[in-house]
């Protein structure tokens, strides 16, 4: 067990919808990233949050969203969908956001119909 | 433009002998490199890291080995165990870019046959 939670474990939507990705860091991290995996695409780096401030951005396209709260559990918003967005979304944590192993939750597997 | 690869898909391995898995990387401004164990609807485990100023870490059965003038890096498991099945990542990550995101590779299925 990571210590991170991730919230639903499983979402089926259609194609235009929105919805919203939930995680938990492990007691203690700052930091929190949000990594897609999809087929043939690989574990891809999305965003990431350090203390509820957006420190970097990836691959993540305008109609994806993210947040970090007070509480430091972070949201990832996903909108106007499409039937590639289709993935497992994963989010991580670590301390400090530094080279340090970053902690991934069990993701949230996400399925456009 | 895949800066991190790993290009064996997959690899078989007799319970007890040595597990070899090969990492490549383009970007020489990599400076810690990191190895991840899945298994089937978990997330990416932390297994083992090295960093650039070092060319060996060993954790029990895992060690990493890094050969920077080749970018290339190998994780061994010594003795391999069937537990050890899993889809293993290489990672990395390059400091002063500003962000500590992790690039993986595509993953090497490993399979331990008792």
């Known amino acids: 067990d990571s210590g991170v939670t991730q919230t639903p474990k499983h979402l089926i939507t259609a194609t235009g919808q929105r919805v919203t990705l939930r995680c938990s860091p492990r007691?203690?991290?700052?930091?929190v990233y949000w990594y897609q995996q999809s087929l043939d695409q690989g574990l891809q780096f999305l965003i990431q949050y350090y203390n509820g401030e957006e420190r970097a951005k990836g691959n993540i396209l305008e109609r994806f969203s993210a947040q970090q709260f007070p509480d430091l559990h972070s949201e990832l918003n996903l909108s106007s969908l499409e039937l590639g967005d289709s993935a497992l979304y994963f989010c991580?944590?670590?301390?400090?956001?530094?080279?340090?192993?970053?902690?991934f939750g069990d993701g949230t597997r996400l399925s456009i119909l | 433009d895949q800066q991190v690869k790993q290009n064996s898909p997959s690899l078989s391995v007799q319970e007890g002998r040595i597990s070899i898995l090969n990492c490549d990387y383009t970007?020489?401004?990599?400076?810690?490199f990191l190895w991840y164990k899945k298994y089937p609807a978990e997330g990416p485990t932390f297994l083992i890291s090295?960093?650039?100023?070092?060319d060996k870490n060993e954790d029990g059965r895992f060690t990493v080995f890094l050969n920077k003038s080749a970018k290339h890096l190998s994780l061994h498991i010594v003795p391999s165990q069937p537990g050890d099945s899993a889809v293993y990542f290489c990672?990395?990550?390059?400091?002063?870019?500003?962000?500590?995101?992790?690039?993986f590779g595509k993953g090497t299925k490993l399979s331990v046959i008792p």
């Open positions: 990672a990395s990550i390059w400091a002063g870019a500003g962000s500590y995101q992790l690039t």
């Open positions: 007691s203690g991290d700052l930091s």
């Open positions: 970007n020489s401004m990599f400076d810690y």
């Open positions: 991580a944590s670590n301390l400090r956001g530094g080279n340090q192993p970053q902690h």
């Open positions: 090295i960093s650039s100023i070092k």
